[in-house]
Structure formats: C-alpha cells, structure tokens
C-alpha cells in the first residue's frame, strides 16, 4: 500500500447495508477526513434504500462493483461472519484497505487467510472492535500501563441478551455464523486478551439451541504463571455486561455495559475510588473509524491497539471453546460473488 497524504481524505464504502453498518454511519460525522462514499449489498434495492437514508452517492447492487470502484480507498464489512472472509479476500485482491466486523471471520483458517492475504498484498486491515478504542478503554489502558493497579492478574466479564429464540433469525442461524460465541463472546474474549495475552488453555461449558449453535457459554482461559479469565455470555438471559480487571494493586471496574463505557472505576489500595467520566463521540463507533482513517493517511498497514495478531489469538479462543461446545463454524466461500 502507498503511503497516503496526511491532508487527505480518506473515501469509505460499506459492504453488507444491515443494522450494524445502519448504526455505525451516523457516527462518520465525527471522523475528521473520511468520506462515506459507496454502499454494496447482495440486492440493488437494499443498497439504493441503504445510500437514500444516509446521503450516500453510490449504492451497488453486488460485491464486484464497489471492489472496482477506483473512489473507494477502504471497505468497512458487516456481513454476516461466515461472509466476512471471501469478501475481505477480494477485496485485499482489489487493493482496498479494510476495517471488518467481529468478529473478524467464522473459523481460524479464514482468518490466517485474511491475515496472509492483506500482508502479502500491502492492505490494510484490522478487525472493528470499537470497544479498545473507546476514551475510557484508552484511559484503563494508560493507567494499567502505568502500574496504578500493579501486575494485572485476573479479568472477569459478562455480556448477555434476553433473545427470543427464532430459526430464522441470524443469530440462531449455523449457516450466518449464529450463536452467543461469535456475537458476544468475542467482546469478553477480546477484553481478556488485551490486558492478559493470549491463554495456554480454554474451558467452556454451555448449551446449545435446536439449530445447534450455541446460547450460552461460560469460559474459564488459564496461563501458565497462574493468571485467569471468568468470561460468561449468553443469549438465552440479559446480565449486568461489566468488565472487572483484578491486579495486585487494586482493580478497575467497568460498568454496564462494559464494551462501550462511559466511565469506570479505579480502586487501589490505600486510596478511595476514583471514577473517570469519558464519554465517546457519538454512539462510539467513531473512534474505531478515526483510527483507521490515521492508520490510512499515516501509511500503516496495521492497528497498533487492535493488531492483527490480537485477532487471531482472539479468534482461536472461540473456536477451540465453540468446538468444546459441539459447534463447528464454517466460512461461505462465494460470499464476494
């Protein structure tokens, strides 16, 4: 990927009009330098129906034209996760840059595909998980940094839905990546991660539903010197969706819901806790958006805050704890036709 002028603007499609994208693009009013500029969808209807709501120039009917629209610099993909991976290869074929939605592919080998893909074509790329971009996430992160709670040694965190089961419903849907692993899962793995590393071992216990893809799960991820992550997620029961990290200086609480915070909560010892009010721009959405934009106009081909190695670990945690579940995810390889 060349490097691109600092002043420029950098001109943004969506691939898969649906209710994440719909959310995320009132947020692009708080990017400074990003221009939204195209929108593909399977169906020429929903796109044109998707561009007329939002103000948006172009609207194509199929994945092929906005991959040759020479006026798209990076694809923002919000398909459905088994889609995600043959989309993001042509793309990464086609040279666009490229923010995907989390989480980030249905299996560990389309992943590894993405990830050798937008590195040996020089695109970049980098999974949309808003929540470490978040200014009170960005606080957390220079505070443990900075040792205000020591050595971070536990995380807890919860995320679940009340949702009413429906076959037809995506989120009860095997084919469309379903189940509470890849839609909630990936928020309390994710946070585990960022401040743990990656896990020696995975222990998930759950149920499934009559579609077979999971609804609830409760993981247990160890490390080798002793350090733990108790992460619940659910679809069949709503939860408080807090994030706790426990160091051996005190911890930080964040509360509901954790993966997109206004404030938090630092408690050390000897001191009365402290609460930091960090409210985002807009939904929060535009954090993630602004570090892509620099990312582009800086010439970057990866986030330093969400590395693509930080996908793959977080990636693996899921399939190997959706398998221990009986779930076996799988990739839709004509998704880009």
């Not at 993405?114 to 949309?128: G, K, L, S, Y």
């Not at 957390?140 to 536990?154: F, K, M, S, Y």
């Not at 408690?267 to 929060?284: I, Q, S």
Request: glycine letters at 10%; one cysteine or more; hydrophobic letters at 45%.
């Amino acid at each position: 990927m060349a490097v691109v002028s600092t002043d420029r603007v950098i001109r943004w499609g969506i691939v898969g009009p649906g209710r994440i994208a719909d959310s995320v693009v009132p947020d692009f009013a708080h990017v400074e330098g990003a221009e939204l500029v195209a929108v593909a969808s399977r169906s020429q209807e929903r796109a044109q129906a998707f561009a007329d709501k939002h103000g948006i120039a172009r609207a194509y009917g199929g994945y092929g034209q906005i991959l040759g629209d020479d006026e798209v610099d990076v694809l923002y993909v919000a398909t459905p996760h088994p889609q995600h991976e043959a989309v993001a290869l042509a793309a990464a074929a086609a040279g666009k840059a490229l923010l995907v939605e989390k989480s980030f592919t249905a299996t560990v080998a389309g992943a590894e595909r993405v990830i050798d893909a937008v590195r040996r074509e020089q695109v970049f790329a980098m999974e949309a998980m808003w929540t470490r971009f978040q200014p009170a996430v960005v606080k957390i992160r220079e505070l443990v940094a900075d040792g205000a709670i020591g050595e971070v040694r536990q995380v807890q965190a919860d995320l679940g839905v009340d949702r009413p089961y429906d076959p037809e419903d995506r989120l009860f849907d095997p084919a469309q990546g379903g189940g509470a692993m890849l839609d909630l899962g990936v928020y309390v793995v994710s946070l585990a991660q960022h401040f743990l590393g990656n896990p020696t071992t995975v222990s998930a216990s759950g149920s499934l539903a009559p579609t077979g893809v999971d609804v609830e799960a409760g993981l247990l991820l160890g490390y080798d010197d002793g350090k733990a992550a108790a992460l619940l997620m659910s679809l069949r029961n709503p939860t408080p969706g807090t994030g706790r990290l426990h160091g051996t200086g005190g911890w930080i609480e964040i509360p509901p819901r954790f993966h997109h915070p206004r404030s938090f909560v630092l408690n050390r010892k000897g001191h009365d806790p402290e609460t930091f009010e960090l409210p985002p721009l807009g939904v929060g959405y535009s954090h993630e958006l602004i570090e892509v934009t620099q990312c582009l106009r800086e010439g970057r081909l990866e986030s330093a805050v969400m590395p693509l190695a930080d996908t793959l670990a977080v990636q693996r945690v899921l399939n190997e704890a959706s398998e221990q579940l009986g779930v076996f995810h799988h990739e839709d390889e004509r998704a880009a036709l």
